[in-house]
């Protein structure tokens, strides 16, 4: 079973504070991803990874940056947390059946 | 207009009803389709892919219609355990990514 994990359930930060997710999956996927999933907006894409050290912008990278510096690792980085990023962030890994995503649990981060 | 489209319901049914969802998508290169699901505060998984021909898992069938750019899922004989939210996925060709509806929220009664 493949699994995907996020270091945390729940977050709460400061705005301003620096904030760091991580996600890690065991299968040795090269396809990695951020979403950010709100009410009425659905599942967004921030950004992805294709292999080590690479990385693309999604559908809304701004106020974040993304680390991949080994394969089964995949971070994303609020550099300057402000409060319109209080949402679910959930990570996602692609081996090599393109149809399925595999999600982690999710990170519930609240910035106050 | 949004690139995937579905009805946010949430769409109330008795269990046994048959309950039908529809998605539209705005980019006619889109290549692959797919229906996730997602219950209450969990992530999302693979319910199904989309083929051109229809397909049928189960009680599910899923059916694509390239000419007018949407794909439906209906679900027979529904279950209290069908409950949750369906979304909409759409691979429009562009590399790597998918693109998610906002999801249809289904809630199955007794």
């Known amino acids: ?112 | 207009r949004k690139e995937v489209e579905q009805d946010p319901g949430p769409f109330n049914v008795p269990e046994g009803a048959t309950v039908a969802f529809n998605c539209t998508y705005s980019n006619s290169a889109s290549q692959s389709f797919f229906w996730y699901r997602q219950d209450c505060r969990k992530e999302p998984k693979l319910l199904m892919s989309v083929y051109s021909s229809g397909n049928e898992d189960g009680r599910f069938t899923a059916q694509l219609n390239r000419a007018s750019q949407y794909i439906s899922l209906l679900i027979r004989d529904s279950k209290l355990s069908d409950s949750a939210t369906y979304l909409c996925v759409v691979n429009m060709g562009e590399g790597n990514k998918l693109t998610f509806g906002t999801g249809t929220q289904l809630k199955v009664e007794l």
């Open chain 1, 1 to 112: 079973d493949v699994k995907v994990t996020q270091s945390s359930r729940y977050l709460v930060k400061r705005t301003g504070e620096k904030v760091f997710l991580e996600c890690v999956q065991d299968m040795d996927h090269e396809n990695m991803f951020w979403y950010r999933q709100d009410p009425g907006l659905g599942l967004r894409l921030i950004y992805f990874s294709y292999d080590v050290k690479m990385k693309e912008k999604g559908d809304i990278p701004e106020g974040y940056s993304v680390s991949r510096e080994k394969k089964e690792r995949f971070s994303l980085i609020l550099e300057s947390a402000s409060t319109n990023q209080t949402s679910m962030y959930l990570c996602a890994s692609r081996g090599p059946d393109r149809r399925i995503q595999y999600f982690g649990a999710g990170t519930r981060l609240s910035v106050l």
